[in-house]
């Protein structure tokens, strides 16, 4: 008798602003993908870090541990969050080094241990957010609170970049969804990173070549052009759209 599908499941729980998964199943080709969309959607919440107890996980294929470098790559630019293993099993946590997966995400001992680590990281990011009606008026709305932000956190030569683009991730918003924009803005030393949530699922995508003729370009096009990367990542609720503003984007 051929045995069932291999299966993963992940609770939450949160304390200090640390979000701590832990995943009990089998870890394989069939539940690989699962298991980092929770760790992914987990990181887009934003807590400070997310730490993941694998003690309880059975890896029959050493490459399967890819999985938690495959999903800190994926919010490594946006919102960048730390991802740390806890696996208190000395051999295991040995066999996830000898992946490389370590130079990517930490693996420790325990949740004291990783939480420690934390400690000695990057200076916490600044952060503020609004959410919008869903009107027209939310465009300036959007555009003032940027400039407030920016102005506190002397950034005041980002502030036309990021008006554009707020602009344009408000408008796509309120043209293409019915929700109530939820707008993000994050300084981190030289980088600002605007963020604008909704609850359509539907990812933000380029369109080119089409609309207003040959020297048409769709608002996200506008958006690349002006800063440092972008991206549309899902969330439990809908999706996140964002961008990263650097020096080199002043306008």
């Not at 992946?99 to 990517?104: K, L, S």
């Not at 609004?130 to 920016?150: A, K, N, Q, T, Y």
């Amino acid at each position: 008798m051929s045995s069932g599908p291999s299966q993963v499941t992940v609770t939450a729980a949160t304390a200090a602003g640390v979000c701590l998964l832990t995943a009990i199943g089998t870890l394989d080709s069939s539940t690989y993908l699962e298991l980092r969309d929770s760790v992914i959607k987990a990181a887009l919440d934003e807590p400070s870090a997310v730490l993941v107890d694998v003690s309880r996980l059975t890896v029959p294929a050493a490459s399967a541990w890819s999985v938690f470098t495959s999903a800190r790559w994926h919010v490594s630019t946006w919102p960048d969050i730390p991802i740390l293993l806890v696996c208190p099993q000395t051999e295991v946590a040995a066999r996830i080094t000898s992946t490389g997966v370590t130079r990517y995400v930490a693996v420790h001992a325990d949740v004291e241990s990783a939480m420690a680590s934390l400690a000695h990281g990057p200076h916490p990011r600044r952060r503020a957010r609004i959410e919008l009606p869903h009107r027209l008026s939310s465009l300036r709305g959007s555009r003032d609170f940027v400039s407030e932000w920016l102005t506190n956190w002397s950034q005041g030569l980002l502030i036309p970049t990021a008006k554009v683009i707020v602009d344009v991730l408000v408008e796509n918003v309120l043209h293409h969804t019915e929700s109530a924009p939820v707008v993000v803005l994050e300084n981190d030393h030289s980088m600002v990173t605007i963020a604008v949530q909704d609850t359509n699922g539907s990812p933000a995508v380029l369109r080119e070549g089409i609309g207003g003729g040959p020297e048409w370009a769709s608002g996200l096009a506008v958006v690349g052009a002006l800063c440092r990367a972008w991206g549309s990542s899902p969330t439990p609720n809908g999706k996140t759209v964002w961008a990263v503003l650097g020096p080199e984007n002043r306008l």
